[in-house]
């Protein structure tokens, strides 16, 4: 079975940090680029990062300097290392097999070419 589960989420304060993990099972996740994407209820839904198969990374403007992205072959498993966290990073955050627009955002892998799959998020609060 073709899946990314995600762990990690949890309630920080201001400045603080927390590590993201996307688990793949039933594919090679190094195969694919893999995105972050955060939704907040109301909002549209915003792609944060992305680890191409070469290991090339793409960031949001918003997180640049604070978050970092990266993979782990032999675990199968993609991490979101996010630091100084503020309280407009609070969403639930889910990976994806993913792609980068042609506006250059991060956007899921959608359409018969491409492998779709998408974990099912986990909560990240950041609350004093």
């Known amino acids: 079975q073709v899946q990314l589960v995600e762990s990690g989420g949890g309630l920080v304060q201001p400045g603080g940090s927390l590590t993201l993990s996307c688990a793949a099972s039933g594919f090679t996740l190094a195969n694919f680029a893999i995105g972050w994407f955060r939704q907040v209820p109301g909002k549209e839904r915003e792609g944060v990062s992305c680890i191409s198969s070469s290991g090339r990374t793409n960031y949001v403007d918003s997180v640049k300097g604070r978050f970092t992205i990266s993979r782990d072959g032999g675990k199968n498993t993609v991490y979101l290392q996010m630091n100084s966290l503020k309280p407009e990073d609070a969403a639930v955050y889910f990976c994806?097999?993913?792609?980068?627009?042609?506006?250059?955002?991060?956007?899921?892998?959608?359409?018969?070419?491409?492998?779709?799959?998408r974990g099912q998020g986990t909560l990240v609060a950041v609350s004093s």
């Open positions: 994806a097999t993913s792609r980068i627009d042609s506006d250059g955002s991060i956007v899921p892998a959608e359409g018969s070419a491409y492998l779709q799959v």
